[in-house]
């Protein structure tokens, strides 16, 4: 078996690019957006906030959590979740270079 495309990044490409992904969904999106209001919830919590089935919600929340994006703790029979800070890290120190790339450029380049 021949090696995967992915081999051919640093490994930060690939973890960026597992963010990206896990973010390029709005219903994602939307539970980022709930979660930095009410700082933790359950499943249930964000079912009664967006207009999708359970089995839905806890399938994007599954993603989320697989790429690192949120937490989950077991709270007696359910799960609370919460966003997961060194995710976010890895994005904000994306986005810091781009920043700081567009403050010092001076012209368009095309």
Known sequence: ???????????QQNE????????????RIAII???????????GDIVNELPLAQPTVSQHLKELKNAGLIKGNFEGATICYCINESG???I???????????????NDCC
Request: aromatic fraction near 12%; glycine fraction near 6%.
């Open 33 to 43: 957006e709930f979660l930095l209001k009410v700082d933790t919830c359950i499943c």
């Open 16 to 27: 960026l690019a597992i963010l990206a992904k896990a973010l390029g969904h709005p219903a």
């Open 1 to 11: 078996m021949g090696a995967s495309k992915t081999d051919s990044f640093t490994d």
């Open 88 to 90: 976010f890290e890895k």
């Open 92 to 106: 904000k120190g994306f986005f810091l270079d781009i920043t700081k790339y567009l403050e010092k450029k001076k």
